[in-house]
């Protein structure tokens, strides 16, 4: 008696197997029937044939819907749940919901599950998946494709936060079939960036790098994500290997500059930006450089002479160089309010007597004046060159004030 019962238990157990197998057929017979009612909707839409196009895409979704309820109840009985084949069809049938707008609200999450469907396969029978890995890696590409899309109307519209979000699906999704999407990874560091997310972008950027992609863009992208972090001395290690790969590089020579003189530590390149004066005299940039370095107050080699030497050449290279002449006239008008506030701050009790106490600021105050009557003719050509800026006509006029030449100022009101 008992083994006729265990005859039957077994009987029953593999019906339901053969029913669920049935389930995996019948869902994938749905999803074709399904892809019938999309092609007859697709040549109506080409016809002009607009409700009934609708009409078939409508039949379509539910269709699907009933393929999708078979699979899903395939993909969690014990009997199928493990099949390969279950999972293709899985991967098959949600892919078709994610690829049509209209089947959206069917699942607003298809793709994740195509991606995770793929992997269950993988580690289900990787034999199957060496077998069909050409069709599902296109179900891949898509989605890549898909994310990669969204990620760039996100960008466009200047939502960076969702097209971050998307350019990083689109990176993951080719990763499930052992492809980079380089695109997307730049796309997606581009957009970290603009949201101030420099960790998110350094460590794409060095992903990138360590990938193979040692495109002089990832370089950059990485030398300015340490520097924004605060983290001077890993920008100065990758600007130092991409120096030997592009050494002329001007990207990277810009950010080995910008990075230097964030870290004030100008006094150690001073030598290679003059060597590369020198050695692109049609590009008076780096003199210009030169002549910023040593105009700054807060430098350790701030220079007023050898600034304007700088500033000298750039202009004998370039006569219409208005940012020269701009930075040589505010470099004199800032010694010369130096100066005069050195004046102002005289305490008369420190001297024997006013006269000498008169004697020291009179001298300071034609100190001051000398300064601003060096600095005249080049901003007044700052002017000349750009006469709309409004940074240089308020130095011009403040400039006419100092000296007095009222007039003058009076015009550029």
């Known amino acids: 008696m008992k083994k006729v019962l265990l005859t039957l238990a077994l009987a029953i157990l593999g019906q339901f197997a053969i029913a669920q197998n049935m389930q995996v057929q019948n869902a994938f017979a749905k999803q074709k029937e399904a892809q ?35 699979i899903d109840a395939a993909s969690v ?19 078709k919901i994610g690829a049509y707008p209209e089947f959206v609200d069917i699942d607003p999450d298809s793709y994740d599950k195509v991606l995770s469907a793929i992997e269950k396969i993988q580690q289900i029978d990787e034999n199957y998946y060496r077998q069909m890995g050409e069709e599902l890696s296109s179900y891949v590409r898509g989605i890549d494709n898909t994310y990669y899309q969204l990620g760039v109307d996100s960008f466009n519209n200047g939502n960076y936060e969702d097209a971050m979000a998307n350019f990083q699906k689109a990176t993951e999704a080719a990763s499930k079939i052992g492809a980079v999407d380089d695109a997307a990874m730049m796309a997606c560091a581009t957009c970290a960036i603009k949201l101030g997310k420099f960790d998110v972008a350094a460590e794409t950027f060095r992903s990138l790098i360590d990938k193979g992609y040692e495109d002089v863009t990832n370089y950059s992208g990485l030398i300015n994500a340490y520097r924004e972090l605060g983290e001077g001395e890993k920008s100065i290690e990758v600007i130092n290997i991409a120096r030997e790969k592009y050494p002329d590089n001007p990207q990277i020579i810009n950010d080995m500059i910008n990075t230097y003189l964030t870290l004030h530590r100008e006094s150690e390149i001073v030598d290679q930006i003059e060597a590369m004066a020198v050695k692109y005299t049609e590009q008076p940039v780096y003199y210009y450089i030169l002549g910023n370095i040593y105009s700054n107050m807060d430098s350790e080699i701030f220079d007023i002479e050898k600034a304007l030497e700088y500033y000298g050449k750039v202009i004998a290279e370039d006569p219409n160089y208005a940012d020269a002449y701009y930075g040589a006239g505010v470099l004199l008008m800032n010694k010369a309010a130096e100066i005069a506030k050195e004046a102002d701050d005289k305490d008369p009790s420190q001297y024997a007597n006013f006269n000498a106490y008169l004697d020291a600021t009179d ?13 005249l003719p080049y901003m007044e050509k700052a002017y000349e060159l750009l006469p709309n800026d409004e940074a240089v006509k308020h130095a011009l006029k403040t400039l ?6 009222m007039d003058k100022a009076k015009e550029l009101d």
């Open 36 to 70: 019938q009612f999309i092609d007859q909707a697709e040549a109506l839409k080409t016809q002009h044939k607009t409700e009934k196009a609708a009409k078939q895409m409508q039949n379509a979704k539910i269709t699907i819907t009933k393929a999708k309820e078979a």
């Open 400 to 405: 006419y004030t100092r000296l007095k030449q």
């Open 77 to 95: 009985h014990e009997s199928t749940m493990n099949q390969a084949k279950t999972w293709h069809y899985y991967a098959v049938i949600y892919y």
């Open 363 to 375: 001298k300071l105050a034609a100190d001051a004046k000398a300064y601003n009557e060096r600095a």
